[in-house]
């Protein structure tokens, strides 16, 4: 078979996952601190033997521990870019990118050919001369990711790359590796990219898998993934409010019918499309934008009107994002009225499962903010019109 494949379970480290990398896919792995993203490369990489599964490679076998199977790294014609660029400090930069291919029987000479094939692709061959210590942060990256592809490997590695350089620097950074994985001669057959950037993902992976305690809970395209959240990491990350729970269909006899997801008692309700279940597990999904903040009950009738406290206000360059929890007097959708003088969130992000106090997020203007008399602990109202809500099942 074609591509990276993987399953690989570590019980010491509560992973348990399974994937695989079609030939010439970008792939990013997200998912909160913890999750186990490092210790799925690990095994990738060969650095780790898991209890049990397999790692293969264009139909190689590379590990399988149930027969005795473990390719040694520098054998898995797999490349390794980390967060920081680990370049040895003894060699110039030509002779670190030149290493790899002196490590698999080039010559001299034509391993140095190589070399600066690839730091021309990353624009760094005016530093072939230059000693690591002597360049800067971002200098220093574009050279490991030149030595990591100077050995041609079949997959790239890439461990939060930008990670461990400047804001400034990371764009450029981020645009040169989509150049190098999608234009340079020849790029790697696959690409597994772990990151904590949605931007990273956005401009660079195909498809995207999100890694929770271990588990994968999320796959298919970045777009997908993005526009129907199941998990509260993806809600995060899509920048939206999420709320996961129990279908809950709509009235027979309603002229306009409109479905609900409960979660424990907060009850959303949205419209569906034609994929929805009237039963089973369910996620209710809106644009932070459509929600609206008063500080007194609206009059009228909105299908979803929550009380919340104000948990934490945090600037965000001239954005004031709010994060509040629902109060405990009423957990479900209330019946309410839309009014003149709201005022609305420019953007949100939070994922709410059915455990634990139920959070939404807002970001407002701070004119807003200072015309709602916000402040850590003031009870106000959230309220969405059901036609602004998307819920399916999941």
Not at 216 to 237: D, H, K, T, Y
């Amino acid at each position: 078979m074609s591509g990276l494949h993987v399953s690989a379970r570590v019980a010491a480290r509560a992973l348990d996952v399974e994937l695989e990398v079609a030939p010439g896919e970008v792939l990013a792995v997200l998912g909160p601190n913890g999750a186990g993203k490092s210790t799925l490369l690990d095994v990738i990489a060969g650095m780790l033997t898991p209890d049990g599964g397999t790692v293969s490679l264009d139909g190689r076998v590379l590990t399988d521990p149930a027969r005795g199977i473990a390719v040694p790294p520098h054998r898995r014609d797999i490349g390794l870019l980390a967060q920081e660029p680990l370049l040895f400090p003894h060699l110039s930069v030509l002779a670190n990118v030149a290493f790899g291919p002196r490590s698999r029987g080039l010559r001299l000479r034509a391993a140095e050919r190589v070399a600066r094939e690839w730091l021309r692709a990353v624009d760094a061959e005016e530093f072939a001369d230059r000693a690591p210590d002597s360049l800067s942060g971002g200098q220093a990256q574009r050279v490991a990711l030149a030595r990591a592809l100077a050995v041609r490997p079949r997959v790239l590695l890439l461990d939060e790359p930008m990670a461990a350089l400047d804001v400034t620097v990371a764009p450029a950074m981020r645009a040169l590796l989509r150049r190098v994985l999608r234009d340079s001669p020849p790029a790697p057959t696959g690409t597994v990219l772990v990151t904590h950037d949605m931007i990273d993902a956005l401009t660079l992976a195909d498809r995207l898998v999100v890694v929770e305690s271990g588990r994968v809970v999320e796959s298919g395209p970045v777009a997908a993934v993005l526009a129907r959240p199941r998990s509260a990491f993806a809600a995060r990350i899509a920048g939206v409010n999420l709320v996961v729970g129990r279908a809950v269909a709509a009235a027979d006899d309603a002229a306009d019918p409109v479905h609900a997801v409960d979660a424990d008692g907060v009850l959303v309700h949205g419209c569906a499309d034609a994929g929805w279940s009237p039963t089973g597990r369910a996620a209710a999904v809106f644009a932070p934008t459509a929600v609206a903040v008063y500080r007194e009950h609206p009059e009228g009738s909105p299908r979803n009107v929550f009380p919340v406290r104000v948990a934490e206000l945090t600037d965000r360059g001239g954005i004031i994002r709010v994060r509040a929890e629902l109060t405990g007097a009423d957990r479900t959708g209330l019946t309410g009225a839309d009014r003149t003088g709201r005022k609305r969130g420019d953007a949100a992000a939070n994922g709410v499962g059915t455990s634990g106090p139920v959070a939404l997020t807002a970001d407002l203007t701070s004119g807003a903010v200072a015309d709602l008399r916000l402040a850590p602990n003031a009870e106000v109202y959230f309220s969405v019109k059901a036609a602004e809500v998307q819920v399916y099942s999941c």
